[in-house]
């Protein structure tokens, strides 16, 4: 039972345009979510977070929403750019203190 | 701060052999995590530390694998024997336990290659 789900394996944007990634969970202990950027042969790093108490939270150009009752969150990136390039995971949390993570979402951005 | 340190960046190894993976957390992080990144599966977690003691295994594929954190600052990964099934990347990250909301760090990860 795969408790994170990114459904799209894969995105391609135009640079300038909006980039939307998306995360569904099932599970309703988790209160805490993240994005992680992942460039080829590092490790991910830490984008953007949001807690379960809120329901949106910026970060320049990074935003990422939070839907509790359709349990789905996403997160925008605008204006995008080639650098933006990445592998995206969204990861949920708990007080059990351990990270579920997605499969990912590569994001192409075109110049 | 160097960050999170694994090593080796590669390794290739005959079907049955022991690999050791070795991993040393960002100093005062005391949260320890061993993740595997496949194609099937994602980036699935093995096991986590906190201040070195193991608290969930469950994530472990099988008794041929076993990981131990001696010290704060020194963590490995054993398969024994290895399978091709293994072959995949290897991750670990470390987290100050203050917070479970806190971001992981990861190192940049071991490639296994199990022929």
């Known amino acids: 039972d795969q408790q994170v789900k990114q459904n799209s394996p894969s995105l391609s944007v135009q640079e300038g345009r909006i980039s939307i990634l998306n995360c569904d969970y099932t599970?309703?202990?988790?209160?805490?979510f993240l994005w992680y950027k992942k460039y080829p042969a590092e490790g991910p790093t830490f984008l953007i977070s949001?807690?379960?108490?809120?329901d949106k939270n910026e970060d320049g150009r990074f935003t990422v929403f939070l839907n509790k009752s359709a349990k789905h969150l996403s997160l925008h990136i605008v204006p995008s750019q080639p650098g933006d390039s990445a592998v995206y995971f969204c990861?949920?949390?708990?007080?059990?203190?351990?990270?579920?993570f997605g499969d990912g979402t590569t994001l192409t951005v075109k110049p | 701060d160097a960050g999170v340190i694994q090593s080796p960046r590669h390794e290739v190894t005959e079907m049955g052999q022991e690999v050791t993976l070795r991993c040393k957390p960002i100093?005062?992080?005391?949260?320890l995590f061993w993740y595997r990144q496949t194609m099937m599966r994602g980036l699935e977690l093995l096991i986590y530390?906190?201040?070195?003691?193991?608290?969930?295994d469950s994530g472990m594929p099988e008794d041929r694998f076993s990981a131990k954190m001696p010290n704060a600052s020194f963590s490995t990964l054993k398969i024994q024997p290895s399978e091709p099934r293994d072959s995949a990347v290897y991750f670990c990250?470390?987290?100050?336990?203050?917070?479970?909301?806190?971001?992981?760090?990861f190192g940049n990860g071991t490639r296994l290659t199990v022929t």
């Open positions: 990250a470390s987290r100050s336990q203050g917070s479970y909301n806190s971001p992981l760090h």
């Open positions: 530390f906190n201040n070195n003691v193991p608290i969930d």
């Open positions: 100093s005062g992080h005391n949260s």
């Open positions: 949001i807690s379960s108490i809120k």
């Open positions: 599970n309703s202990m988790f209160d805490y």
């Open positions: 990861a949920a949390s708990s007080n059990a203190g351990k990270s579920t």
